[in-house]
């Protein structure tokens, strides 16, 4: 009999819509009553065409965004009665996010761009860069940890942002399109890498994407359309 696992992060009853207002007002429904379960050790996936919701619901998970109906809760705390700052604190503690443009920072070194995401959180220097060395090791660039971002190929830039996600061993890691902006070879790098961090480390993913064939290969895939999410 398999254990029981625990559930990390749950989405009830989720709407969310945007208002716009000018020569006349409308309002855009995007997210109608989207409910989800993301239980510790999972990789799941959400594909979809654009437009159709995935990325605003990612945001809604992690806390960057709050919806206009409905809960979230990290483990059985409910992060909508949060005020923004307990908000922030708890987000940048639990949660790791990677999105498809890296946004590195080209003065610095990837070491540096690492580590920055720990100093920023109050971290000392000596202790953000062994944190940093830490995680780069785990994404495979141990010997690239001086080299600007500039001298990085595409898929060595988003390995560095994957590290920058992994610095504070978040419970949650949010990946959106993380290999669309890649060209192949680059991007069947970082699906490798994220399935074995998946693997070797337990490290729990949700990634939205519109490649089927790496969806496929998740615990769970869902498909968003026209704001509703189905087993998929």
Known sequence: ????RN??????NIHKSFFFTGISEREIHVLKGVDLEIYEGDIVGIVGASGAGKSTLLHILGGLDRPTEGKVFWNRDDISRLDDVSLARLRNAQVGFIF???????EFTALENVALAAMIGGVG?????????????RVGLSDRLYHMP???????QQRVAVARALLNSPKL????????????????QIQELVLDLNKNTGQTFVVVTHNEALASRFHRTYRMADGVLQPG
Do not use: W, Y
């Open 7 to 12: 559930i990390l992060a749950r989405c009830v």
């Open 125 to 137: 220097k000596k202790e953000a860069e062994r944190k940093a060395f830490d995680a780069l090791t």
């Open 173 to 188: 890691v949010l990946a959106d399109e993380p290999t669309g902006n890649l060209d192949s070879a680059n991007a069947q």
């Open 100 to 106: 498809q443009f890296h946004h590195l920072l080209p």
């Open 150 to 156: 500039s001298e990085l190929s595409g898929g060595e």
């Open 1 to 4: 009999m398999q254990p029981a």
